[in-house]
């Protein structure tokens, strides 16, 4: 199982970016999909998920009505569209699938910083 995480960077407050994951070595569209995220001193939080077919998405309070997931099965990636960003969004961003009895599976991560 492997990830390639893309789309960090540094933006302003109230800017937006999206972040992609593709995924390879499994069978993608079996398997619900997450984004996590990680900020400084701070446990591993879950941000989103979207389900197989992207029927059914559920977000963290903290990101609902400014955070979109969405998936494309036909190119194996998982997005995550952030507008009106917040400094408390800066973090790092892994997307992350599991796999029963397997265990989970995570990406390398991808910077996100939000500064003036």
């Known amino acids: 199982v492997q990830f390639v995480e893309s789309g960090g960077g540094l933006v302003q407050p109230g800017g937006f970016l999206t972040l992609s994951c593709a995924a390879s070595?499994?069978?993608?569209?079996?398997?619900?999909m997450r984004w996590y995220r990680q900020a400084p001193g701070k446990e591993r939080e879950l941000v989103a998920t979207?389900?197989?077919?992207?029927?059914?998405?559920d977000y963290a309070d903290s990101v609902k009505g400014r955070f979109t997931i969405s998936r494309d099965n036909a190119k194996n990636t998982v997005y995550l569209q952030m507008t009106s960003l917040k400094l408390e969004d800066t973090a790092v961003y892994y997307c992350?699938?599991?796999?029963?009895?397997?265990?989970?599976?995570w990406g390398q991560g991808t910077q996100v910083t939000v500064s003036s």
């Open positions: 070595g499994f069978t993608f569209s079996n398997y619900p």
């Open positions: 992350s699938v599991r796999i029963t009895p397997r265990g989970d599976y």
């Open positions: 979207i389900s197989r077919f992207g029927r059914t998405k």
